[in-house]
């Protein structure tokens, strides 16, 4: 951004004004040369471009906006700005069509630059996951920053919020899209989420100003960055009319990989991942298909390596579950333990991500 923070006043004001998006912008810029002789044309110019009815607006807005009084206040709430033309710029954003005006970050800014664009990955789906849906966006969102990517989302319920709080408990880093502005805590229930991302070193991240508070809209213009920010996009599940297909529609559009898991043909979150296999999607059944076909080889954790570590207890019950599910009662048979004992340890391994239940309510091993 200091290669060009002279001019940081004329995108943050293109980025304020309600109207002028994107592709306005970056027909401003290539018809005036550059955003500062774009932002101070005269009004007959300007018209050329936007129009009448855009052109009369924009100077009326141009005239009561106090970029200093903006700047105090995102100095305030802690957020930085970062310009379509800064070189800490996600550089895979600059490569989309429509690259935000500015991105507003809450958190750690630099991680949108310091990472490869490789190792940014999203996931994406339905916010009333099933119990299979949220099994399967935990051990994908967990894998997935375990052999290194950063995994991106959208904070909203369901299995954006899961594919976060896997992140996190795997003790990665994860960026949140929003589609309000970053200081807008949406939903009001993951506050606590959004605290920890920051906290963990992740970003919060919007193309809209601080204080733009929740428009239908504005989450389809957000779907665009969650793909564009990322090499693939994962749909996990999702219902006929999931939002996490118009992600799709977008990665598609941008070049990126769709990937989606199966789902059972009688959920009512099937259609999305399943239609999106039949339209073309690489259909996904572990971790290794994904890395497969980015040609990335990740020797996996070794059964040993996380056995050493475990208690006594621990270690029975790994040693049972390693070789196929079992429900509680089935590995009280086997190790003559008390039920209230084995539930401890369970908790434990589950919560060290060793662990989970799957679809048959089973307790089987995460590697």
Known sequence: MKRISSDLPYYLGFSYCLGIGPM????????????????????????KVLGFAL????????RKFNFNKEMEMLKKNAVTVL?????????????????????????????????SSDFFFSIVGTRKPTSYGRQITY???????EVGFVIVSGMAMGVDTIAHQATLDSGGKTVAVLGCGVNV??????????????????????????????????????????SGLSRGVLISEGGKFSGALITAKFAGIQGKDVFAVPSPINSEMAPAPNLLIKQGAKMVTSTQDILDEFGINITPKKSKDIRKNLSD???????????????????????????PEILNTISVLEINGIVEKNIEKKYQIKI
Do not use: H
Request: charged content about 25%.
């Open 139 to 145: 051990k994908f969102a967990r894998e997935l920053t």
């Open 24 to 47: 306005k912008f970056s027909k401003l810029k290539k018809y005036f040369k550059s955003a500062k002789q774009a932002y101070l044309a005269n009004n007959s110019n300007l018209e």
């Open 55 to 62: 052109s009369k607006k924009f100077i009326e807005f141009r």
């Open 185 to 226: 805590i949406y939903p009001p229930s993951n506050w606590q989420l959004y605290k920890n991302i920051i906290k963990t070193g992740g970003s919060v991240i919007s193309e809209f100003p601080p204080n733009q508070y929740v428009l239908k809209g504005l989450f389809i213009s957000r779907n665009r960055i969650i």
């Open 313 to 339: 207890s621990g270690k029975l019950i790994f040693d049972i579950l390693i070789k196929c599910p079992r429900t509680i009662d089935e590995i009280a048979n086997e190790t003559a333990k008390m039920i």
């Open 83 to 115: 310009t379509v033309d800064s070189i800490d710029y996600p550089e895979s954003l600059k490569n989309i069509s429509d690259s935000p005006i500015c991105l507003y970050v809450k958190g750690n800014s630099a991680l949108l630059g310091s990472v």
